[in-house]
Structure formats: structure tokens, C-alpha cells
């Protein structure tokens, strides 16, 4: 099919053969198609939308377009992705946990653009750390520690940064067929037996309405599994942060607790993504026994130490896990009190967010510089009652001038009430190809 006329049929919204559109994803990692093409190509999807069978059609073809990576390891090759949001850190504690029970994850994740944090940017807290990689020295990490955290090099799934690019100046990012196939054409790309979806919604989340975080977990979940990788998903509540921390050490410090304590929403997402991926992987052969099994790996510091064999690895500290304090560099703290007495009741999650990336610890574009110390930290969890003068969170600055813009950007996005507040289920729903769980 000429690529013209494909262009035409889906503008027209008319039926397409998925073999055109696959063509047309993998040549958008060549020069056969122009920007032009493609912008007109994702302005079409995004006026029009796709079948399910166009969207794993173009999702396998934004795969193909460069390398996928095949894998020879005694274990099951998994990973987990997050639709993202602030104080989101749980890659950080399930990639090890993961790895602690005899998976391999070989997790090619982002960086922060906008208000949410990225796994990179807070890994790069650790001094010395790396996250680019060639292919033989990230196969070596994950084969040896049974987990790593990389970058994406340029041959994976090329079409997509060719497409987003074109869709991030033409208006389209905000497409559900384009979301998806963007999301599953480089984890595919990663050769994985087995993908969970952490699909959040909630003032801090990326897609905080409720309906169309629904609706693309279940275009992900089915796309995911027409292309041939088993998937699960859950949507998850993003309404506070998961950790009380928002910027890049600090949420490094809180993963460290986290993995000490084996306490916290954090872990609770954790235990639930890994238990849906593990039994759908049948490493385990019920829920309960993976969940114990993920569990286990917390209290007898397992899953702490493969996280340090995974920074020493990727060039961090040896001892990092065990001495983390010594190496994390984090700026001085300003308190925020209550101005008066009452319920924290309400989190503009992407507010605080883009708090932190006011202060230099986010990008506002993709060449931005970050200051991976700046930030907040000991936020008050929604539901708190706060007497006049309490603490609301402490404000990670360079300056006290830095400082007095972050306190009226931070004081805005949090609101007291005088009756409790209801608070949302964290676990609000498991996506599966067949069915949806309601949780909470």
C-alpha cells in the first residue's frame, strides 16, 4: 500500500490492512518516510484512533524497526513499566526484588520530562552511577546481578523517538494508540517473557482521570498480548506521592528505607505488580506464594543487596547499600508549617511536581541540567489532622530565596479541610486480557 494512500485511509478512517501499518512503523526508522508523513500518519491516529489489530500491527512494526534482544538465562526475562507520576520510585525496589527471587529484568527505562521524576535521573544521584550502556556490557550486568537499570540505546525501536519527536511539535502526544505503541514497542523490543503495567491515575499522575487511565490499560494489556507478551495491569492511585519525597536523592534515601523497613505504599504497589507478574509467569504457582516470596526478600535483605550489586555494577558505590547516607548529596532544608488547623484533605500532585522542577530538580527541556539534591521531603500523607504551626513537608533549596518561591508554590497545592478526607484505594483495579478486578 502506497504510503499515501495509506495516509488518506486513515484520515477517512476507512479499514486498513495491520500488514500497512507495521510497514509503515518499521520504515519510521529509515528515511523512507518524511516528517512530513509522519506527522500526518500520527494526526490521523490521533483524529481517528485504530483497530485493536492496528495498533499491535504498528506496535510490532515500531519494534522491528531496530534490534530486539533475545535472551539465554536460567530464569524467566520480566519487567514492569509505570505510566509515571511523582514520588513514584518503585522500579527502584522491584527490579532487585524481582531479581532476589530468580528473575531477570532487564529494565530500559526514562528520564523526567514535565512534572514527573525519571528512574535515570534519580539513579544519577548516586555518585558515579552510569546508565549507558553498549549491548554486551547491559547483557553482562543483567546476566550477573539479575537486574540493571539502563538507558535506551539508539537501535532500540528507533521509530518510536523518531515518532514521538514528530508528535511532541505536531500536538499528538496525547493519543491513546500512539501512547501504546510507544510504551510496548520498546519493552518488546527488550525480548521479555512476561510485562506488568502500572497504570496510575490521580493528581500526580500523567493520566489523572480515572476513565482514560482505564481505557489505555486495557488497550495495553490487549495490544501487549497480541503481540505476543503475556501482560497484566494495575491501576494504581496517584493522588500523594508513594514515598513521602518528591527529587531525586531524596527519593533514592526513601527507596533505601524502604527496602530497611519493608513498610510503606511504595512496597505495597511493589508486592502487587510483582505478584501479578511472577504468577502470570507461573514462577510461582499461586499469588499468595509469590507475594511471600517478594515479601521474604525485604526482611532478610536480599532484595537491598541486589540493589547494591546493581549500582556497584553500573559503576556507583561498592558499599553503597549499606552506607548510602555517606554518599547521597541533598540541599538544606526550609520547614513548611500549617497556616492553620484542619485535615490535609487535597495533593495538586503536579503542582508539587512541578515545584521540584522550579527549584532545578526537573527538566523543563530535554537538554535542562538537574540538581539532583534540591527537592522536598517528609511530606505529610493525605488524611494527617495538622494543628496550626505543624509540619507540611521540609523544602530542599540552594537558597532562602529559592526556598520562599517553593513555600507559596507548595502551600498552594495542598488543602485543609475540617472533616477527615475520604481517602482512594491504592490498588484500585487488575487489568488482565480477559477481565477486570476491582479493588478497594
Not at 175 to 199: C, F, N, Q
Not at 252 to 269: C, H, K, L, T, Y
Request: aromatic share 4%; with cysteine; glycine share 12%.
Amino acid at each position: 500500500m502506497l504510503t499515501r494512500d495509506l495516509l488518506l485511509a486513515l484520515r477517512e478512517g476507512w479499514p486498513v490492512p495491520p500488514e500497512a501499518v507495521q510497514a509503515f512503523g518499521a520504515n519510521l526508522g529509515a528515511d523512507e518516510i518524511s516528517d512530513a508523513q509522519a506527522g500526518a500518519f500520527a494526526m490521523a491516529i490521533c483524529l481517528q484512533g485504530l483497530s485493536e489489530e492496528g495498533r499491535v500491527a504498528l506496535t510490532l512494526g515500531m519494534r522491528d524497526s531496530g534490534k530486539v534482544l533475545n535472551w539465554d538465562l536460567p530464569g524467566k526475562v520480566i519487567d514492569k513499566h509505570s505510566t509515571g507520576g511523582v514520588g513514584d520510585s518503585v522500579s527502584l525496589i522491584l527490579a532487585p526484588m524481582l531479581a532476589a527471587v530468580g528473575a531477570y529484568v532487564p529494565m530500559i527505562s526514562g528520564r523526567g520530562l514535565g512534572h514527573t521524576g525519571g528512574t535515570l535521573d534519580k539513579l544519577e544521584a548516586i555518585p558515579g552511577l552510569k546508565t549507558k550502556f553498549s549491548e554486551a556490557e547491559f547483557r553482562a550486568i543483567v546476566a550477573k546481578v539479575g537486574c540493571a537499570i539502563v538507558a535506551p540505546s539508539p537501535d532500540i525501536a528507533p521509530a518510536d523517538q523518531r515518532l514521538y519527536a514528530v508528535r511532541d511539535v505536531t500536538g499528538t502526544v496525547r493519543s491513546r494508540d500512539l501512547i501504546t505503541a510507544s510504551i510496548l514497542a520498546k519493552k518488546l523490543a527488550a525480548g521479555l517473557e512476561g510485562l506488568v503495567l502500572d497504570v496510575k491515575t490521580g493528581s500526580g499522575a500523567v493520566m489523572s482521570d480515572l476513565g482514560q487511565a482505564r481505557d489505555l490499560a486495557q488497550a495495553l494489556v490487549a495490544t501487549a498480548n497480541g503481540a505476543g507478551c503475556p501482560t497484566n495491569a494495575v491501576l494504581t492511585d496517584m493522588s500523594q506521592p508513594l514515598i513521602p519525597s518528591i527529587g531525586n536523592a531524596l527519593e533514592i534515601a526513601d527507596v533505601m528505607r524502604a527496602f530497611e523497613s519493608g513498610q510503606g505504599a511504595m512496597v505495597e504497589v511493589a508486592l502487587e505488580l510483582g505478584t501479578q507478574l511472577l504468577a502470570q509467569t507461573q514462577m510461582f504457582l499461586t499469588e499468595t506464594g509469590a507475594r511471600d516470596g517478594l515479601r521474604a526478600t525485604l526482611q532478610d535483605g536480599s532484595a537491598k543487596a541486589r540493589f547494591g550489586a546493581m549500582v556497584s555494577a553500573q559503576g556507583g558505590p561498592e558499599n553503597f547499600a549499606d552506607r548510602w547516607q555517606d554518599y547521597l548529596e541533598i540541599a538544606p532544608a526550609y520547614e513548611l508549617r500549617s497556616p492553620g488547623t484542619g485535615y490535609l484533605a487535597e495533593m495538586d500532585g503536579a503542582a508539587l511536581g512541578q515545584a521540584v522542577v522550579a527549584l532545578g530538580g526537573g527538566r523543563q527541556r530535554e537538554d535542562d541540567r538537574i540538581d539532583h539534591s534540591v527537592g522536598l521531603s517528609d511530606i505529610a500523607p493525605l488524611g494527617t489532622h495538622l494543628r496550626k504551626g505543624a509540619l507540611i513537608a521540609r523544602l530542599h533549596c540552594r537558597s532562602s530565596k529559592q526556598a520562599e518561591m517553593a513555600m507559596r508554590a507548595v502551600q498552594g497545592a495542598v488543602t485543609l479541610s475540617a472533616e477527615p478526607p475520604v481517602l482512594p484505594a491504592l490498588i484500585i483495579e487488575r487489568i488482565t486480557p480477559t477481565k477486570v478486578t476491582k479493588h478497594g
